[in-house]
């Protein structure tokens, strides 16, 4: 069975990718703009989506706003931000039913694409500016979104590592932005921000269901093609190459009863380097799965803890640690996790694992193509990195990766950062 | 082996129940590169008091159901079966709800292989007194990852506000302390008793050919032997009508409190069953949504205002003796968003539903389960649950067309009552 096939064209300077697949019941249709991940836009980037999903022009209180997508058969709209590298990904989604599913419905694709349009395109206006109400309500928000990582422990340990191991690269920065940012930030100057957005930063548009390549292009040229005339920039990403000269210990205390271990490595490696491979054989002999080193023995030998696993920032070279522990454990299980890493140098890497890791990395992989969502963004990841990797190609790759391959990249991954957060209190001061 | 086909949303489910009593469906789906399957047993952790004929009464230790369900993962051959699935290439992973307990894998290959290996280890069970306290660390562990998640928190705070006697008032994990008390012998016992084929669904979704998986686990069960199933007679408190504490208040490291009430189901209407369930199911999430939904008036008013986020929503759970509605989320002010509700909300239960609304809510589901019907798991888990509740998953949506604006309005004054009103509140702890 073939997977998943996109067909690749342009609208003026827009690029448009359509899967035409009869097994979903729905169809995706799926924009993204690529952004610098910089401290002076991060903020602004970040409220975005949340602006514009408050009212267009044609429906502009939030309450029509909702009705309508509720009237197209419940659509789902969605907009994100997140990073890919050095890049801030601004995001917009919407998935809607496939009317010859449904008894009596309308062509729900050419609404469906007319109203991302026009959230897109005409947004709810007040003196040429974005409302004033929705900015300061939307700023707000934004604001608790963004004291509200702490709630979440481990996202937040995994933040904070993050942010201490990449200091000083944009790298560093959240994906939600700076709270300090949000007091500069007013309708106009959003606004006339969006603005630029919309005529500068790299668009791509991504369409997956039983619909054809000619429909949607059709569909999309009617609303896009103006807004498509305009040239886009090219971001510039830093390089991953970054040697580690020290590593890094931070502890953090706060009111916790598990501790949060997390654990930065530089791998070195970028998407479009050869030896990636390599590294997603690395990552999942050692992390990525329940027959990892990591989940084998610090949790079913050790009995340390419920979770144990590593994962990948592909596009920023990355690979991370997390666990949660019993705060007393720390040393232990910093100790456990340095002698799996030191394994994989050494090449103490059994048959049996790179057999098993090759069939369960396989199988992930297949899995996404089940999925539009991921669909999509396993075509984008070639976007971004400007590098085709079809899957059967990747597949192939991965099948062919020996353990000496995957010895060598456990020579080119650095230990950077240990990050842990802990009680407050308690006398076993933890060290590293 | 039966086939039903559903015609409007292009499926066909087959069906054959085997001499030991259990159950198998497989739902094909063309052009999918995954299989889904799920074995699951009518057994969670509501399910500690319990006797079958000619035994004693057990009354077992809070998290047992869930604590089997770890130590299923073990073999006799000292290899967790974990390593026999990746060689495999699946995915395999299990979990413990209040009323069920599955197993599952998915994977793009080797179909045959991995469904027998699900059939036999959940099928042969191996503890050991050492076996067992080892997971006594792991489990403990899991239990603090819970201890420090407010959203679990504030979640489960409301059934504790809620049910006074009822065990899913108790942590579905249990307490450091009450998995102390689980041995070998018991988790014997709570096996034997719940894990018969008889009690038990086996789910398989995915690019397969119905008849050569209806074969493969007819063959495979035919090889083993089991006594013959007797009724399990499962015991449950006396539960009082109304809410129980009424306010259920915690203080956790987090940076904005959580709110979450509801209304505890009336005792009468807990215990339905088939198309009435999905009915009763169908009609509550319609008025919560209507009420309470992104698209309410209520909503918006409580957002304009600062109160709420677009992390509220709202849900209503109705299972084996126990129902509720759920609504809340993050907010700033806890007590002046329950000053709102309970202001506001008597007047639009007062009011009711009218047409407009009624049909948009209707129309959002239907597309909604349309939606649903992309995800393999969705499928398996849905369905298996309204199977051991005797209600068929694909009737939603007949049983969604034939509602009334009547048998809705109806419904919301007969769920809404003030004295089974309770609330669960997680506020930030001075750090």
Redesign the interface.
Known sequence: ?E?AQFDSRMIGNIRVHVCT??????TTLMAFFQQELAPEMVTKTALLP?VLQRGTASVPT??SF??K????????LYGDVFKRGERHIMQFAM????EQ???EAPKLLAEGIQFLSEVLLKPVLEKKAFKAAYVE?EK??LK??I????????RYASFRMIEAMCKGEPFALFNHGRIEDLAKIDAENLYTYYQDVLSTCPIDFYCVGNVTVDEVMELLEKQFGGVAKAARKTIQVAPVHHPVSEERVVIER?????GKLNIGCRTQTSVQDEDYPALLMFNGILGG???SKLFRNV??KA?????CSSRLESHKGLLVIQS???ISNYEQAVNIIREQLENLRQGKIEE?EL???K??L???L??Q????YEMIFYHYQSVLSGMQRPLEELLEQINQVRIEEVQKMAEKVQLDTIYFLRN?GGNEDAKS | MQKVDFD???ESLYFEELPNGLSVYVLP??????TYATFTTKYGSIDNGFQVPGKEKHQVPDGIAHFLEHKMFEQSSGE?V??EF???????NAFTSFTRTAYLF????QVEQNLTTLLDFVQSPYFTEQNVE?????????I??Y?????WRVYFGLFEAMYQQHPVRIDIAGTTESIAEITRDLLYTCYETFYHPGNMVLFVVG?VDPAQIINLVRENQAGKSFPVQTEIKRFFPDEPEQAGDKLKEIE?????S?CMFGFKETKNRVHVTGDELLKQEMATQIVLDALLG????LY?SL??D?LI??SFGVSYTLDRGFGLSMMGG?T?DPDRLLERIKQELPRLIERGLDPDTFE??R??????N??Y??S?EWIANQFTGYRFNDADLFNLVPVLESLSLDDVNRRMREHMRWERFAVSIVRP?K?
């Open positions: 069975m997977y697949s009869e097994k979903f019941k729905t949340s939030t309450i909702k009705r997508l509720d009237d197209l058969f419940g659509a789902v998935e809607i039913a496939n599913y449904l008894k309500a707000k928000n608790q979104k004291e509200s990582l702490k709630d979440d422990k481990i706060m009111n916790v009863k598990q799965f329940p027959h949790r079913e009995s340390l803890a419920y979770y949660g522990i019993e049996q057999k098993q890791t069939a369960t396989s199988n992930q297949r899995s193509m089940d999925r539009s407050r | 409007q949303v292009q789906k063309k052009g999918f590169f995954k967790d974990f390593q990746s060689r495999q290439g699946a995915s395999a998915s994977c793009t290959g080892k997971e006594k660390g792991i489990i403990g562990q899991e603090r990852m201890d420090d998640n407010p959203d690019p956790v490291s987090v940076g904005i959580k992104s698209s309410s008036e918006q957002y304009d600062g986020d677009d993050d700033e948009r809510i129309k959002k589901k239907i597309g909604a349309l939606r019907l992309n393999p702890a750090d």
